[in-house]
């Protein structure tokens, strides 16, 4: 493989922290009255300096593969990956409130609520979610204002009650309960699965890629949503928690059913190993134009942290 | 005055109720995994049964003004109109939470933390924010993409940092804290005005009206999101809770500070009466047609509910 899988993420990392920055500064939009100082704060905390950006990075890579150009003067595969990383970002700052899970600290920091205070996480959250909906909707992203349309809508189907947000729930209701396998990846498919199956499908969405190719790149998302989801129950009974930058073994404690409680290790393992060859197999029609999308899945495969 | 303002309320309600409740089905829509049974029942307590449906009223009668059938036939604006209002109930649900103003009930029910949890409050409120961006860009609210797109991007203005979670964010600093007559002006606009801006915006919009058309309903808008402000904090200082349906006094029990409290009874009643002089100036080019909007401005600034 010629692609050096970090530097690539590196590079594209960069990419997206610039635009995210751009997009989260001081100064009001039209129609939008002031931006509060302190929220905004609490917003680039919960956006800026850290994270995979394996989202944006997906966004990013399937739509070069189908044409989308990256360079600089095309900023609009970015502005969307943005948008979607807001929402990721909304989701963590909620998810670890108080009330849902509790956490304490986040890629090693302490959480926004604890850098800040409840209600400003809160409201944090609640407007990194919403300015989404503002920058997905930007010119730049696609000339075609029905184009547009299309990745808000299937973006807010990913993140709300049928997919992200539901997830969240299923999760919440899931703690020191007995769960069936299908209901596990039911929730795994909306909790971590709903965005990174957007991010491959909007990829191809934004580069007018034919709808089969669509289709394809939404299964793609699937299968590399599952995969990370399996990637991560394997870290969570393996890692040390000085690799991974968050406590492990949180899911037992919390009495929560993962598929690798229920599967055991080398069947996860297995499956993970399938769930690769699914993907080479679907990016097989694009050959070699694949390889840095073939070089992402097999990271988030083998990620240890 | 021929238009009895109760009876349009109640009728408009009715046909806001059924278009909410339709949209809070049980049924997965495409690109959705499963609505999760407590988080929808947590969404549809947050939403039905309750609310003057002042928001989604303003999108109607602003659309009707310039043309927009409102007939059952064509669900567009009362689509539009919903989308607004979860936005607004999201924005209920959150406020009530216990971090932030901490409320136990809302129109003499149990808020949704209470009756629920606040894990669940929390999820209700994100994926109500959520669903508004999925319902705004249904093809019957506008035959234009476009315009649908425009409609979805200045939702999110009107209620991200810019808007009313700001306003919320600057509401919540200003407990325990003064603040000069520019300062909460300012905070009411975001936290309150800019949703009832936006419905008169939008109803314009979704009709087609000439741009002079939809900034004159946006001024109408302004001018009506403050009244309500005002009409609101004289509420707090000389209704009832009975007649209120919540605790009164609230905001001086906080530290709030308000332009009641800063400008005094008398001259916000003088204020209030200037700004519907300054809505029927508004509305005088449309004559007889701007009846029923002409009754809302008169509502707002008198309700003692």
Known sequence: ???????????????????????????????????????????????????????????????????RDLSETDKGPAIAGSALEFIHCYSLVHDDLPAMDDDDLRRGQPT????????????????????????????????????????????????????????????????????TETEIRTLQAMKTGALIRYACRAGAILANAPEEDVARMTRFGEIIGLAFQLADDLLDVEGSAEDVGKATGKDAAAGKATLVGLLGVPQTRAELAQLMRDARELLAPYGARAEALSAIAAYVAERKS
């Open 1 to 67: 493989m010629t692609i050096d899988i970090k530097q690539l993420l590196a590079a594209r990392a960069d990419q997206i922290e610039t635009v995210l920055k751009s997009l989260l500064s001081s100064d009001p939009l039209d129609h939008e009255t002031a931006r509060p100082a302190r929220l905004l704060e609490a917003m680039r905390y919960a956006s800026l300096g850290g994270g995979k950006r394996l989202r944006p990075l997906l966004v990013l890579e399937v739509a070069a593969l189908f044409g």
């Open 112 to 179: 926004v609520h604890k850098a800040f205070d409840e209600a400003t996480a809160i409201l944090a959250g609640d407007a990194l979610l919403t300015l989404a909906f503002d920058v997905i909707a930007e010119d730049v992203v696609h000339a075609d204002a029905a184009v547009r349309l299309r990745l808000s809508r299937d973006l807010a189907r990913a993140s709300g009650i049928g997919g992200m947000a539901g997830g969240q729930m299923l999760d919440l209701e899931s703690e020191n309960r007995d769960r």
